[in-house]
């Protein structure tokens, strides 16, 4: 079994940042990938960014330029930096780990953006 437990969300202004991070627990192989979805209210969930073990990155359209995504593999750590904040952004942001055909989610956070 995998844990997740993201933090790191808040409110914050339009155009600024905020960094999100999730720390794994458990059992964690070293072939995984990382991922972050967020769901806004009253919106299915979206994948926002992805990471692979080794550190191949990709980014849903809507927020490519703006977010990072990294991995800090001692640490067992999956971050998300996110600037240029919209209020479009405004969402609960969940962290998932794969590993060995099984997903695992965190708890979310949320994350709002005020215009």
């Known amino acids: 079994q995998v844990r997740l437990v993201e933090s790191g969300g808040g409110l914050v202004q339009a155009g600024g940042s905020l960094r999100l991070s999730c720390a794994a627990s458990?059992?964690?192989?070293?072939?995984?990938?990382k991922h972050w979805y967020r769901q806004a209210p009253g919106k299915q969930r979206e994948w926002v960014a992805g990471i692979t073990n080794t550190g191949s990155a990709n980014y849903a359209d809507s927020v490519k330029g703006r977010f990072t995504i990294s991995r800090d593999n001692a640490k067992n750590t999956v971050y998300l930096q996110m600037n240029s904040l919209k209020p479009e952004d405004t969402a609960v942001y969940y962290c998932?780990?794969?590993?060995?055909?099984?997903?695992?989610w965190g708890q979310g956070t949320q994350v709002t953006v005020s215009s």
């Open positions: 998932k780990h794969i590993q060995k055909g099984s997903d695992y």
């Open positions: 458990g059992v964690i192989f070293s072939i995984n990938a």
